[in-house]
């Protein structure tokens, strides 16, 4: 079994600093599993060369998944897939304009060959990207496998316990 280590193993990455309250979620539920990670504001549009200096170095820094939110012409997930092999798990921010459906489609639609997998809009999506994270190192960190279990046992447990839903 690896023994755990603080090297980030998942990066967290966002285009805006207004993006965090959408992405705290994954940030919180990746401490909950112990998973290491960083967190990164980097713009496609704004600073597009920070975002081609993560993507070159990302695979080399041990970063086995990036999750990248963004919002409106969300293109950070894209242009991190175009640009390193990691795999990028994109994260759909709620725009003020267009409640997000700009954001959803702008990350989705990939041409074939440069895939981005796509969650939910807003807090769901960022919660599921680090769930899937998080299942993606199970097997080789057997600790983080196990925190992820016993998560889904919890849930499962706090449904079942509470399944009447007048109390
Ligand atoms: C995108 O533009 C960001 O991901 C953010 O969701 C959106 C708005 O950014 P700000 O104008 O709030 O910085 O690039």
Redesign the pocket.
Known sequence: MPAPSDTPLVGIV??????WDTMQHAAVKLDALGVPHEVRVV???RTPDVLFDYAAGAEARGLRAIIA??????H?PGMLAAKTPVPVLGVP?Q?KALNGLD?LLSIVQMPGGVPVATFAIGQAGAINAALFAAAMLANEQPQIGAALAAFRQRQTDDVAGNDDPRQ
């Open positions: 966002m285009g805006s600093r207004s993006d713009s496609a549009h939110g963004a919002g409106g012409a969300a950070l921010v725009s954001s």
